[in-house]
């Protein structure tokens, strides 16, 4: 019972420190699509700028890590472009559909799931 109320704590702990990223990535993402970006394009650009706060946000408050940075930054990264790939495909089939930025969203809430899962296990899992 315990493990499971430690779990729901660091996932509300990665919601709320990586929101800091997902913000940034779909301001970002927001800003370029009013500039007439492609969304592909513009998508990535959010991703990478998201993605680099939320590993520093997630690293020092969520998961409270300070070993093996360069290690775990790597792994961050690869955890990061499996969520990319998903929300590249999810995109793909969803803008034709709705509105690039409703799109966006969809695609948002699903990696939060994928990456915190896998982030979990295998970037920030305590080493002894």
């Known amino acids: ?9 660091d996932f509300i702990k990665y919601i709320f420190f990586g929101g800091f990223g997902v913000l940034s990535d779909l301001i970002l993402y927001s800003f370029l699509i ?17 993605t680099m706060i939320s590993f520093i946000l997630n690293r020092k408050y969520t998961f409270k890590i ?6 775990r930054f790597i792994k961050f990264w690869l955890v990061a472009m499996t969520g990319y790939l998903t929300s590249v495909l999810l995109l793909f089939l969803l803008v ?5 930025i409703i799109s966006k969203l ?3 809430t699903a990696v939060v799931f994928i990456q915190f899962t896998l982030n979990k296990k295998f ?6």
């Open 34 to 50: 009013m500039q007439s970006i492609n969304y592909q394009e513009a998508n990535a650009w959010g991703y990478f700028l998201g």
């Open 123 to 128: 970037t920030f899992k305590k080493e002894y």
């Open 1 to 9: 019972m315990k493990t499971y109320i430690y779990q729901y704590i």
């Open 66 to 71: 300070k070993d093996k940075v360069m290690r």
């Open 106 to 108: 969809v695609t948002l």
């Open 96 to 100: 034709p559909m709705f509105d690039s």
